[in-house]
């Protein structure tokens, strides 16, 4: 089984070429905590944890025990899913743009030209503050 981390990232990741869902199928983002405004970051923390690798092993096998029993399949928590929707969203402004009210209304027996529905597409993009780029993948947001 092989697998790849990444940790301690600011931003989420992005696929070049990617245009399927497989790309974010493969990546559990995971939050931590704040940091609290009094806590003192321990310099020697590294040598407490040193002291405590025989519990973190058993911590780390115990897991993978639970891992082999569950199909290699993680559980994913509802914070971990919300964390993987936003970051499909950040990544394709187009399914914010889907959820938006007072863009454009979806109507049975109704029919839009992509033109148009590209120029609604362009206006919420200037109102959202989205600029799109010469090559339709390229979004950048602007905060």
């Known amino acids: 089984m ?10 989420s990741l992005h696929a070049l070429h990617d245009k399927s869902n497989g790309f974010y199928r493969r990546q559990l983002l995971l939050t931590t905590r704040e940091q609290p405004a009094d806590r003192k970051d321990d310099p020697f923390l ?9 519990g973190i092993f058993l911590w780390a ?7 082999i029993k569950n199909n290699y399949r993680f559980t994913i928590s509802q914070r971990t899913a919300d964390n993987l929707e936003a970051a499909m ?8 743009f889907l ?5 454009f209304e979806v109507k049975t027996g ?4 992509s033109t148009d ?3 609604v597409y362009m206006r919420w993009c200037q109102d959202n ?11 950048i947001i602007v905060k």
């Open 110 to 113: 109704t029919k839009c030209k």
């Open 99 to 103: 959820k938006s009210e007072g863009y």
């Open 129 to 139: 503050l989205v600029l799109q780029t010469e090559n339709p993948h390229d979004i």
């Open 46 to 54: 590294i040598d407490k944890l040193r002291t405590e690798r025989d």
């Open 117 to 119: 529905f590209y120029k």
């Open 61 to 67: 096998l115990e897991g993978l025990h639970r891992l």
């Open 89 to 96: 969203e950040q990544g394709n402004n187009i399914l914010a």
């Open 2 to 11: 092989y697998s790849r981390f990444a940790c301690f990232g600011n931003c």
